[in-house]
């Protein structure tokens, strides 16, 4: 199947990053290459449209008088932060950075698919595959920090010793199946709803597959939404005090 970079990667590739490029000798090949592939196009877009709609949300603030969209995002704060509270504990607040942050961006690079012109980044696999390894870091990293190295290993042996020999390198696998499993998961979904959408929109290229925009909205949030509590359980696990 013959791959198509997305229009307004194209366009930031023709009159940006081209030419910046030759700038400092650069020059791509063929008349349709560019600099910078599409799903790096896109999750630049992703950083730039989440930092000023932060910054734009951060001006209307208001206690008062809070407006539709402030109320969307303190009900979705709210419920991610009680989600993270039951499956975390109570010193969830230290991890919601990174798992609000996770939310909202894989919520926005999944809904880019929507939009004419535009690709989900996460359709491409090497988007998954790096914010899984950014979330397997980091929630063993943690795990070392509230148990140290040596307690944290250890607990891979499992809870009888005489076993430990067949239970650590099977904890050790599966621990590192969770980088694939968390970018199959979220890939595959994209890459099959991209699949679908292109279908339709060959077929009926004048007509908008209303059902299938809201089918990819739903979708795009609830791959987000599951990622980030797959993310929650495996912080909570490297963390929790053993009884």
């Not at 490029?21 to 008349?31: K, M, N, Q, S």
């Not at 989900?120 to 914010?131: D, E, G, K, L, W």
């Not at 590192?176 to 499993?181: H, M, Q």
């Not at 709803?193 to 929109?201: C, F």
Request: glycine share 10%; with cysteine; charged share 10%.
């Amino acid at each position: 199947m013959e791959h198509h970079e997305p229009f307004i990667a194209e366009i930031v590739n023709h009159y940006i990053a081209n030419p910046i490029a030759g700038w400092f000798g650069y020059h791509p090949h063929g008349d349709h290459s560019g600099v910078l592939p599409g799903h790096l196009v896109m999750i630049i877009i992703a950083f730039l449209f989440l930092t000023v709609f932060s910054l734009w949300l951060r001006r209307r603030l208001s206690v008062d008088s809070p407006g539709g969209v402030q109320q969307a995002i303190e009900l979705t704060i709210q419920g991610l932060r009680g989600l993270a509270h039951d499956v975390i504990g109570a010193q969830n607040r230290r991890y919601f950075p990174l798992l609000g942050g996770l939310f909202f961006y894989i919520l926005a690079c999944n809904w880019m698919g929507q939009i004419p012109g535009f690709a989900p980044p996460t359709a491409n696999f090497n988007i998954p595959v790096s914010m899984a390894i950014c979330s397997f870091l980091y929630y063993n990293f943690h795990g070392v920090r509230v148990h140290g190295p040596v307690k944290y290993l250890i607990h891979f042996a499992g809870p009888v010793l005489a076993l430990s020999f067949i239970v650590f390198p099977i904890e050790i696998v599966s621990h590192a199946a969770r980088v694939a499993s968390l970018s199959i998961r979220l890939f595959g979904n994209l890459f099959a709803e991209e699949l679908v959408t292109g279908s339709l929109a060959s077929i009926f290229p004048f007509i908008v597959p209303l059902p299938t925009v809201l089918l990819g909205l739903f979708a795009g949030l609830i791959q987000a939404f599951v990622f980030v509590l797959l993310t929650m359980v495996y912080i909570g696990e490297a963390v929790a005090e053993e009884h």
